[in-house]
């Protein structure tokens, strides 16, 4: 009977222990999947928070100062991300898009002209008390932009995104120079990075592309009048 007793005793805490293992391994199961949801939910939050951003620059007609906008948002977001790759990296840090970080977004576009650095000179003499312009002389000094060619924030040509950065990231660097001699006024204005053209231009947005988890990768810009 002792025998018997001792038997069922130890099945009893057999059978405890095995439940609460089953308990803990269902516990554990069922944090890991709320927690799984939890991060599932973040993800989903981040991602439509920047496809948002983006999105807003999906039209059929924007002026160049838009596509400005939406490379400087690019290229800051893409600084960001190369800048938590290369913790350790002491050299200048670029906004170019590198396909290897899944918050890396890319913006290819084309131009209709060609887009030059100029000088502008303007003559104007004073008649009948106004200050009437008599000449105007635009001086093409070196091409910036050729027209029809794809550009991007692809690392593949870090020369084009440095030529882009001068433009979305240090802005209007246009010099006016006014030089008055007895009743003529010459105003030089000298536009280095191609900003006045650049903005005057009109774009469509005609690609969006998401990655595997619904997050926008590259978007693509032409002219309004041309074709892709």
């Not at 007793?5 to 516990?27: D, N």
């Not at 709320?34 to 991602?47: D, F, N």
């Not at 039209?59 to 350790?88: H, P, R």
Request: charged share 25%; glycine share 6%.
């Amino acid at each position: 009977m002792e025998n018997a007793a001792e038997a069922l005793k130890l099945a009893g805490e057999l059978l405890i222990g095995l439940l609460l293992i089953s308990l803990f391994i269902f516990v554990f199961n069922r944090i890991s999947s709320i927690e799984e949801t939890k991060s599932q939910q973040e993800l989903i939050q981040q991602t439509t928070d920047f496809n948002k951003k983006f999105n807003a620059f999906e039209k059929s007609s924007m002026y160049g100062t838009d596509l400005i906008s939406v490379l400087g948002l690019a290229y800051a977001n893409n600084k960001s991300a190369n800048l938590e790759k290369q913790m350790f990296h002491r050299g200048d840090i670029d906004g170019f898009y590198d396909p290897e970080i899944g918050s890396s977004i890319n913006i290819k576009f084309k131009l209709k002209d060609d887009i030059y650095k100029t000088v502008t000179t303007e003559k104007y003499k004073v008649k009948d008390g106004i200050n009437t312009l008599e000449n105007r002389t635009v001086e093409q000094k070196g091409e910036i932009f050729k027209a029809n060619t794809w550009y991007s924030l692809s690392a593949d040509n870090m020369n084009v995104v440095k030529t882009i950065k001068e433009i979305v990231i240090d802005g209007n660097t246009t010099q006016v120079k006014t030089k008055k001699s007895g009743i003529t006024t010459t105003v030089t204005t000298t536009d280095s990075k191609g900003f006045s053209e650049f903005k005057k231009n009109v774009f469509k947005c005609t690609g969006v592309d998401y990655n595997d988890v619904g997050r926008i990768y590259c978007m693509t810009f032409v002219p309004v009048d041309s074709v892709e």
